[in-house]
């Protein structure tokens, strides 16, 4: 019988956890709450596969993935599009193959993204804040329409092109700027560089996936290209926006608002809970939390019931693949 082992399980994810079992009773599948580190790393002897999502690194040190090659593991499933928690030249130099789940469901995401954009247009978070204060003047606040507003996309890959379709659905010009031109979206996105998105775009997106290449990749000067009507949205990956430019953009109106799923640093906080304390151990967070025209979420754009199931199952089934002898189309090729 086969054996897996997944690692840091949360609750949410439990039930999928039991369906797949029960779809594959010829496979023994075990999990923990524990995230795979130096310290835990033991807990993989005598399984055949490993299963694992989170949002820290696994090591410092390519011992991690020496080890788990020494226990007879050759492959890594991550639950999560994102891969970054994994050094994949490392895994790559231990016999270790990586798969990760590129397509949970981008309609999540892009729902997120286009909750964050209708926000941020119609000045949800400045009219939250003066109820708060039992003001209900609207004046100052009037909105702009999605059919007036260019959106540029940063990244139209699965995710960046379903939220291309929805803003063009509601008669808003497209923008999009990706490595290669997709002509399934001609008559939808218009191609151009980043430099023209962040020139002329009202709504910037980002939809790109975390890599040395991408790291702040909007800082200080990008923010000084965008115009002072502009909204930026994250909804990727924390580190693709350096927060210090961010929040000086924010202070220097060089940007109108921005909505932000994901920050730098964000394991510090995000699920946990620090109820009934007088502050959080991230302070760029509790800056962006002080602006009214921030819309803030707690990396949650994945989370639907659907991109859920699909990261647990597909994670799972991509590991009993590659443990039984069969191919993956979902392996990560370390350059």
Not at 19 to 27: K, L, M, T
Not at 166 to 178: M, P, S, Y
Request: aromatic share 8%.
């Amino acid at each position: 019988m086969k054996k897996i082992l997944a690692f840091n399980i949360l609750d949410y994810e439990k039930e999928f956890v039991g369906q797949w079992a029960a779809e594959h009773p010829d496979v023994q599948v075990d999990f923990n709450q524990i995230e795979l580190h130096d310290d835990t790393v033991d807990l993989a002897k005598g399984y055949d596969g490993i299963d694992y999502r989170q949002r820290s690194k696994l090591s410092t040190t390519p011992d991690l993935y020496r080890k788990l090659h020494d226990y007879g593991i050759k492959q890594l499933a991550l639950r999560s599009a994102g891969v970054d928690s994994c050094q994949l030249h490392w895994a790559k130099q231990c016999g270790l193959t990586i798969t990760n789940v590129p397509s949970y469901s981008p309609e999540a995401v892009a729902e997120m993204t286009l909750t964050h954009a209708m926000n941020l247009v119609r000045h949800i978070p400045q009219f939250q804040s003066r109820i708060q204060r039992n003001d209900y003047i609207v004046e100052g606040l009037r909105s702009r329409e999605l059919s007036e507003l260019t959106i540029g996309i940063i990244g139209v890959g699965r995710i960046g092109s379903t939220v291309a379709r929805i803003f063009k659905r509601f008669g808003a010009t497209v923008l999009g700027n990706d490595y290669k031109e997709n002509p399934a979206l001609k008559g939808i996105v218009t191609y151009t560089s980043k430099e023209a998105i962040y020139r002329t775009a009202d709504i910037v997106t980002m939809h790109v996936y975390m890599s040395e290449d991408n790291y702040h990749m909007v800082g200080k000067d990008q923010f000084a290209m965008m115009k002072p009507s502009a909204f930026l949205i994250n909804c990727s990956r924390g580190p693709v926006v350096d927060t210090d430019a961010l929040i000086a953009a924010l202070e220097n109106k060089q940007i109108a608002g921005a909505g932000i799923d994901v920050i730098e640093d964000e394991t510090k906080i995000f699920n946990q809970t620090f109820e009934g304390q007088p502050e959080i151990p991230l302070k760029a967070y509790e800056k962006l939390k002080s602006f009214d025209n921030v819309f803030l979420t707690p990396h949650v754009a994945f989370y639907t019931d659907i991109a859920v199931e699909n990261m647990v199952k597909q994670s799972l089934d991509d590991t009993l693949k590659l443990i039984s002898g069969q191919q993956s189309d979902h392996v990560i090729r370390a350059v």
